[in-house]
């Protein structure tokens, strides 16, 4: 165990629709990071976020949004989804901003668009 | 553009043998590298880390080797056991990257008896 909350596991929708997936960091930790894993490929990064504040951007596409709450639990929320969005979407923490040591990761939540 | 690469999607090997992975990496802002590893249904867990300063760090079975020049590194599991069968990811970031991990596309380790 990481640590890392994220829900829902899976989620099911059709295209069009808009879902919002939920992280909550590990106690302490102030970074949050998104990534994307799609079929047989590597994680992706989306973007990241520091005690509040978006601090990098990855290849976010526009449709997608993301923000980091006071209580450091963050949310992406993913729009007019496309078959394409069908992912594996991690959350992952860490203590500080700058990578000095690994994220911990979530188990990650399974989003399947038909 | 993958900036880190793992041309090798699978490897099988024997129990008690040695397991070799390799990542290429093409920005030489790099200067940190990771391997993480994951099981299925589960989220990647950090493996052992290098820094650019060093050209190998050792961690009981696990050894990660770099070669700046080649911008190669491997990861090296001696003796394999059944319970390294996982996917083995490479990850690499800068220092003014704020934590921003550029991961390969994972290599399958399938460990037989």
């Known amino acids: 165990d990481s640590g890392v909350t994220q829900t829902p596991k899976h989620l099911i929708t059709a295209t069009g629709q808009r879902v919002t997936l939920r992280c909550s960091p590990r106690?302490?930790?102030?970074?949050v990071y998104w990534y994307q894993q799609s079929l047989d490929q590597g994680l992706q990064f989306l973007i990241q976020?520091?005690?509040?504040?978006?601090?990098a951007k990855g290849n976010i596409l526009e449709r997608f949004s993301a923000q980091q709450f006071p209580d450091l639990h963050s949310e992406l929320n993913l729009s007019s989804l496309e078959l394409g969005d069908s992912a594996l979407y991690f959350c992952?923490?860490?203590?500080?901003?700058?990578?000095?040591?690994?994220?911990?990761f979530g188990e990650g939540s399974r989003l399947t668009v038909l | 553009d993958q900036q880190v690469k793992q041309n090798s999607p699978s490897l099988s090997v024997q129990e008690g043998r040695i397991s070799i992975l390799n990542c290429d990496y093409t920005n030489s802002m790099f200067d940190y590298f990771l391997w993480y590893k994951k099981y299925p249904a589960e989220g990647p867990t950090f493996l052992i880390s290098?820094?650019?300063?060093?050209d190998k760090n050792e961690d009981g079975r696990f050894t990660v080797f770099l070669n700046k020049s080649a911008k190669h590194l491997s990861l090296h599991i001696v003796p394999s056991q059944p319970g390294d069968s996982a996917v083995y990811f490479c990850a690499a970031s800068a220092t003014d990257s704020w934590g921003k991990l550029q991961f390969g596309a994972g290599t399958q380790v399938v460990v037989t008896p």
């Open positions: 106690s302490g930790d102030l970074s």
């Open positions: 976020y520091y005690n509040g504040e978006e601090r």
């Open positions: 290098i820094s650019s300063i060093k």
């Open positions: 992952a923490s860490s203590v500080q901003g700058a990578l000095t040591g690994e994220l911990f």
